[in-house]
């Protein structure tokens, strides 16, 4: 008696989990969907950045799913698909003409989006195998420069520290 009461709940457990993971994933595309549609009739370049930078968080939590999973190679490219929507949406940004040292709107915003993506990368490097790191490591690479232009554009009047040396010092 008692060992089918346990094994029921062991049943009820496993069918639970999968129904989340199942329900994880739908509400992914549904969203993914919505996102899409949003991007196509979205016509201020601001906006279409931040939905474009939802889009890309939408591919990095696919990629870090399918990683756990074990499918590299499908990871690898969700992780170059986050890449594309990244770049997609820091060039709409740069594009939209505004100066983001004065109206920082959707700069700071992708600004923080980037910093916790690189968290995100870098937690997911640590869990995967060494041999399977290396489109990891590229993206988080190309997202560190993307960032540093961030940075560049909302504070234009640091330097980088190459040009804080005194001119005729040479180390």
Do not use: H
Not at 38 to 55: C, I, W, Y
Not at 57 to 77: C, D, F, S
């Amino acid at each position: 008696m008692i060992w089918r009461a346990l094994l029921t709940i062991a049943f009820l457990l496993i069918g639970a989990q999968s129904l989340l993971a199942e329900a994880s994933t739908e509400s992914l595309s549904q969203t993914e969907a919505n996102l899409l549609a949003r991007l196509q009739r979205e016509t201020d370049p601001v906006r279409k950045s931040k939905a474009e930078t939802r889009l890309a968080r939408v591919k990095l939590e696919q990629a870090i799913q399918a990683y756990g999973q074990g499918n590299v190679e499908q990871g690898a490219q969700l992780v170059s698909a986050y890449l594309a929507r990244i770049k997609d949406s820091w060039q709409l940004l740069r594009n939209c003409g505004k100066n983001a040292a004065r109206d920082s709107r959707g700069f700071k915003e992708l600004d923080i989006e980037l910093r916790e993506d690189v968290r995100f990368l870098d937690d997911l490097k640590r869990r995967i195998s060494y041999l399977d790191r290396a489109p990891l490591e590229q993206a988080g690479k190309e997202l560190e420069q993307v960032r540093a232009q961030v940075l560049q554009a909302l504070f234009p009047a640091t330097r980088t520290p190459e040009a804080t040396k005194p001119l005729g010092k040479t180390d």
